[in-house]
């Protein structure tokens, strides 16, 4: 059984962090779960921006749904339901968190993967459920098997070029160091990508 870790709205927003945790699990390091509420939260969020910044809203709505679709079917069983009994039982910050706590309880997750680690604290977890920051979680990951993990890198740079210039997995790398402020990345992965 993969290690499963729930993914929190926040870490799910930038589309090249979420293209990163999720080509991780593609490669098969770990397992995704969400919930139809923090995806729900996840469309929300990036249709308030997008409509903000001037976007067409039809050209939103098909984007989203293509996200949906493509999350829907490329981890089809990383959306967990049946959790909601267990959402009032936290003594969160933020009660608005407790179905992420739930979601993770209840599916078994080692690890909630969010940018918010003040609402999360190790005192208020189930044990053996911790809080990890992307940045924490991501070096995690790698190390339990950086060939694969730079798989993951050579995939992204085989797709990147489709919203502006193609980049190598050197300069990929670059890219993911840059976004995640992780320079261990480049020690850790780039022997492989060479």
Known sequence: MLYAAVLDTC??????????LLSLAI?????????DRI???????????????????????????????????SFEDSCVSGWEFLEGQYQLPD?????????????HA???????????PEDKLPIGIT???PREFVL????????????????MSERSGRHGPKLDPIQYLEKLVEKFELEELRPELGPYLI
């Open 11 to 20: 870490v799910l927003w930038p589309n090249s962090k979420r293209d990163f």
């Open 27 to 35: 490669e098969g390091l770990y397992r995704p779960i969400w919930s």
């Open 39 to 73: 995806l729900s939260e996840l469309v929300f969020g990036l249709r308030k921006r997008d409509i903000r910044r001037g976007d067409d809203p039809l050209e939103v709505e098909a984007r989203l749904n293509k996200l949906l679709t493509n999350l829907k079917v």
């Open 95 to 107: 009660h608005r968190d407790a179905h992420v706590v739930a979601l993770a309880e209840f599916a």
């Open 110 to 120: 080692r690890a909630i993967v969010t940018e918010n680690l003040r609402d999360f």
């Open 131 to 133: 809080a990890q920051h």
């Open 140 to 155: 995690n990951t790698i190390y339990m098997n950086p060939l694969m993990a730079s798989q993951a890198v050579l995939a």
